[in-house]
């Protein structure tokens, strides 16, 4: 970070202020401000933090207006077709991908940290079979501190290493057990024999009534799934992940906030919305009126998995998440799914629209990612399990490069007040 610049403020009766522009290696440069309220009495006001960088971080890269999505320098394309997510995990978390010995080393730990401890099957059972697998996941995962608090230290870089591990090795776990508990079907334990993507999609989809052999393409579909979900930069959950482990939280507690926050329909959520909306769209003839109602601004209707805070380009994830989807459906001899061909047409539409040209609203990863989803076997609702599972190790590398940063500190955002001034409580009986 180079500080070799400066931004001059001028406010009341001309006084002026000076503050460094720092640069980082690529995008935009940043004024610190963090004396402005020490020099003018006088905070920032941006809502929503769309002009504000929270941290610096050299994990991963967007340029929005360019499409451009870097984890720790590779381009999102190169990794998802020549790795697999347990290199990019290994790459997230270490900054450099690993070579032989070290991958196979990572592999093997992970591997055999898959099971949970046998207890937590008990949380489940609290739980209605009808919850939405969000609300089991968000609950079994924060109780995870209750059982793994041999390794909650979060000062100790060891501790935070095993917890790291623990939680990549178990959330495929859970997210399967979330599911089966909902389904009624009895869990599935991990076998050491498979990958990663492998395991997880055994555990999701086996019964002990017959022998369950998984299909390599989907496998290889769903792992690159994971590697297009990792990381994002600082989006809402990986901001509520760095609040909440800024406090001092343990990391078990820090994740099930990053995927409560990441449930919501405006982020992780929009994938499960996306898809319900083509199903309420219907086909492409209802197209026409649907985008009609999303252009009045009074239906409050939005084109889920269409728009982007960063993005005012195409997400390249959306790019490679169509092409998977189209290898997909062509292994499942679906390449006429009605849903995708509706996608398609929908996409064809909004991009020619006006309204969504002059907003610079386009696809983000979200609007296929439920079509490939849906047509791997993976029930709506899952949707956003899958999209936690994969985002831990986000959630993971970003909460470890904060709190192995000597300058960090608890995140306490202030206000611009515009409440009641001091006034004196009156009795009820003179009210
Ligand atoms: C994710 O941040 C991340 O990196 C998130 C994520 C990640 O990997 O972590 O990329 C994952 O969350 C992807 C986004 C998934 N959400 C959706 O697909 C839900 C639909 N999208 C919108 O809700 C919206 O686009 C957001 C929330 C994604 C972004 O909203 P912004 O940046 O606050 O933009 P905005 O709401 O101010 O929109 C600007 C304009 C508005 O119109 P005007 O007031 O200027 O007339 O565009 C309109 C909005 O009404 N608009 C949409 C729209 N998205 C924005 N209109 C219709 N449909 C949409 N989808």
Known sequence: MSANKKATLTYADGKTTEFPVLGGSIGPDVIDIRTLYGKTGMFTYDPGFLSTASCSSKI????????VLLYRGY??????????????????????????P?????????????????????????????AHPMAVLVGTVGAMSAFYHDSLDINNPEHRKVS????????????????KYNMGQPFVYPRNDLSYTANFMRMM????????KGNPVLVRALDRI???????????????????????????????AGIACLWGPAHGGANEAALNMLEQIGDASKVGEFIAKVKDKNSGVKLMGFGHRVYKNYDPRAKLMRETCHEVLNALGLHNDRLFKLAI???????????????????NVDFYSGIVQRALGIPTSMFTCIFSLARTVGWIAQWQEMIADPEYKIGRPRQLYDGAPRRDLVPMDKR
Do not use: W
Not at 232 to 244: F, G, I, K, M, Y
Not at 346 to 356: G, S, V
């Open 205 to 212: 989809f086996a019964v002990p009534a017959e022998d369950y």
């Open 226 to 256: 994971f590697i297009l979900h990792a990381d994002h930069e600082q989006n809402a959950s990986t901001s509520t992940v760095r609040l909440s482990g800024s406090s001092g939280a343990n990391p078990f507690a820090c994740i099930a």
């Open 164 to 179: 790291a591990m623990r939680l990549i090795a178990k959330l495929p776990t859970m997210v399967a057990m979330a599911y």
């Open 345 to 363: 047409a929908l996409e064809k539409i909004a991009l020619e629209d006006d309204y969504f040209v002059q907003r610079k609203l386009y696809p």
């Open 60 to 67: 991963t890269y967007i340029d929005g207006d360019e499409g």
């Open 102 to 130: 070290q991958n196979k080393n990572f592999v093997d730990v992970i591997t055999r940290h898959t099971m949970v401890h046998d207890q937590m099957t008990r949380f489940f059972q609290g739980f209605r079979r009808d």
């Open 75 to 100: 381009p999102i394309e190169q990794l998802a077709q020549h790795c697999d997510f347990l290199e990019v995990c290994y790459l997230l978390l270490n900054g450099e991908l690993p070579n032989a």
